[in-house]
């Protein structure tokens, strides 16, 4: 393997069980005959199919819940990279499906389209071959359409390539991922000013909120933390005023750090494993880690970074 063998990244569009095997089967063999490291990441059902079909040879084979994988996508972007610094020099294949009846947000579509898009650009040097798997009978009609444009190759309902000409290149998906508006912050908005780097009142102004607004013990800490990292970031770099705001609308519980400077962040910010906890970037990573969604808007009216989780 060389560092510019390209990534084959195909999404295999299909409407059951039959179809899928029809793709998957001779995807794995392929990977057996060349001593490929094989992970196959799917739901239980798909796994047991597989495994019948298989035989013998599904020894060969890392089967992993796709549930316990895919729970977010910075973490999972992390797992592969793992999956690949281990390999040994060994090609890494991946056939992979993600259960979306367990994920009912919008934007959790919106952010794991994210993350199929931007696998094209962390890993495009990988050598690897993946095969991301989406039943037509499960997931929601958008969800299909965007694997379209997320996945340079496609299987479409068999095992022969078909043309794709719907695909966007990651700079351009995540930027239009980007200029989707933010949740207006409500009137009845809890905020505090941030003037000082000694950020232990925001940090207990934080948790008494989060608490009382509904968000379990176990999982104040991890938003704190985040909005830690995000609020030091902006008293070191940012332009006054600045601005924590938390509310809750539904069962989510929003905290922003707002303030008027322009932030000019690439597509990967944040997205990427750093290689140490000094090295560039890895606040924003860590807190990307710790909440169930961070996004970033910047612009002439300056800059915001919403952290969501759910209650």
Known sequence: MTA????????LLHGGTEEFLDAAVPFLHEGLATDDRILA???????????????????????????AFYRHPVRTIAAYHDVLRLAGGRRVRALAELDWSRRPQAWEHREWGRY??????????????????????LAPPPIVEEARRTHPGLFDGGRYPAYNDKYVQPERYGAG????????????????????????PMRSFLT?????????????????????EIATNA??????????????????LHCEVADVGLWHPDG???????????????GLWSARILVDLLEIRAGHHGTRVQLRMVC
């Not at 510019?4 to 999404?11: D, F, T």
């Not at 898009?117 to 690897?128: E, K, R």
């Not at 933010?182 to 809890?190: K, M, S, T």
């Open 268 to 282: 990967l910010t944040g997205f990427l494993p750093p290689e140490s906890a000094v090295s560039e970037g890895f």
């Open 4 to 11: 510019a063998s390209p990534l084959l990244h195909q999404a």
């Open 41 to 67: 990441v799917l739901p239980h059902d798909r796994q047991e199919a597989l495994r019948d079909v298989l035989g013998r040879d599904g020894a060969g084979v890392e089967f992993h819940d796709a549930t």
């Open 177 to 200: 991922c980007d200029r989707l508006p933010l949740p207006e912050v409500p009137a009845d908005a809890e905020r505090l000013a941030l003037a000082s780097l000694d950020l232990a």
């Open 235 to 252: 008293v070191v770099h940012g332009t006054p005023p600045i601005e924590l705001r938390v509310w809750r609308h539904g069962r989510v």
């Open 208 to 228: 008494g909120r989060a608490l009382r607004m509904g968000l379990p013990q176990d999982r104040v800490g991890p938003l704190v933390m985040a909005a830690n």
């Open 116 to 137: 199929e898009s931007l696998v094209n650009a962390v890993f495009g040097h990988s050598d690897a071959r993946v095969i991301c798997s989406y039943d037509r009978t």
